[in-house]
C-alpha cells in the first residue's frame, strides 16, 4: 500500500497545490488499492477504524476538503498506527506551511493545500515509528 501511496503522492500533491482539489481519479485508485489491500490483509482493531471514523468526522465539520478526507480515510484504514498522533503529525506540518505561505507572502492564506501535509505527515510518521 506504501508503494501506491508514494507513487500517487507527487499527482495528488501537484493537483492539489494548483486547484486545491484532489481529483477522485486518484483517490479512486487509491481505494481499489486499498480494497485489494484490505481483503490481503484485514482491517484491523476496530477500536482503531472506530477512532479514525471519530477524527474523519470531527475534520468533517470543521471544514476540512472531501478530497483529503478520503486520502486520509485511506491512509488510517490501510494502516495500523495511532490515528491522532498521525493526524497530529499532519497538523504539524500544515502550521509549518501556513507560516512558510504567510513568510513569503505577507498574509495568512485562507486555504492551503493539504496534500503535501499529509504525504510529509505520513513519511515523518513512518519514519519515527
Known amino acids: 500500500m506504501n508503494i501506491a501511496l ?7 500533491c501537484i493537483a492539489d497545490m494548483t486547484s486545491f482539489v484532489i481529483p477522485n481519479i486518484y ?7 486499498a480494497l485489494t489491500y484490505l481483503a490481503l490483509v484485514g482491517i484491523g482493531q476496530l477500536r482503531q477504524v472506530a477512532v479514525s ?3 474523519l468526522i470531527l475534520l468533517h465539520l470543521i471544514g ?6 478520503k486520502l486520509l480515510a485511506i491512509i488510517l484504514l490501510t494502516h495500523s498506527f495511532n490515528a491522532a498522533e498521525y493526524i ?3 497538523f504539524i506540518v500544515a502550521l ?3 507560516a512558510v505561505m504567510t513568510a513569503f507572502h505577507r498574509a495568512i492564506p485562507s486555504k492551503i493545500a493539504l496534500a503535501p501535509s499529509i504525504f510529509i505527515g505520513l ?3 513512518l519514519a519515527t515509528r
Open 6 to 12: 508514494l507513487a500517487l503522492s507527487v499527482p495528488i
Open 27 to 33: 483517490n479512486k485508485i487509491l481505494f481499489y488499492c
Open 53 to 55: 471514523l471519530v477524527i
Open 64 to 69: 476540512t476538503g472531501m478530497g483529503d478526507l
Open 88 to 90: 497530529a503529525f499532519v
Open 96 to 98: 509549518v506551511h501556513i
Open 123 to 125: 513519511g515523518t510518521y
